[in-house]
């Protein structure tokens, strides 16, 4: 019965600080533990958005128009354009200015390239880049018209295409909307080709 009591005496002898102890360390612990996941799920997080953030230019350069060719005009304008503003607004060695062009080319008729050699091609379009890199204007977004907008027509036993799409050019003061039309023809295998484009409005300025 003594043995008991002084069992008892101990325990109430115990230090009330050494709970209060107790408590802070788990719940030190659990806050450790708790931001220890946080950061792996934030690493899984900004990793997965560092995949998902592939540049302009990468995806028009992976693009294998040989074996992955466009359905549809509106496709095959909507990539020409995001050639377009690689040209305009992203940053490219020498190289990858002629797989661009290489790209570009790929999307034209043979008629158009007929009439536009590759070096004449080539030359023309550095000097136009090279000025709108001296007046630091870029390609900021562009509008392609829709599916539904596209107008198809024959002539002469061929099918085409005719669309428009809205380029705006941002400079430092401010920035223009041109509007160019573009019109397709489909080659003897059924693919969309850009026969030729033209301006259907001046540039004008714009917010």
Known sequence: MKEERLVKTEKKQQPKGSWIKAVIVIVILVLLGGGYYLFLGRGKSDSKKDANEVSALTKVLAKNLDTEYFQTPREVVEYYSEIMYCYYSEDYSEEQLKMLTEQARKC????????????????????????????????????VDKNSEVRKFKEGGKTYARLSCTYYMKGKKDTRRTTQEYTLRQDEEGRWKILYWSLSNKDEQGK
């Not at 009439?115 to 630091?136: M, V």
């Open 108 to 143: 034209m008729d043979d008629e158009l390239l007929e009439g536009n050699p590759y070096e004449d091609y080539y030359s023309s379009l550095k000097a136009e880049l090279q000025e709108y890199k001296d007046e630091k204007r870029k390609l900021s977004t562009y509008i």
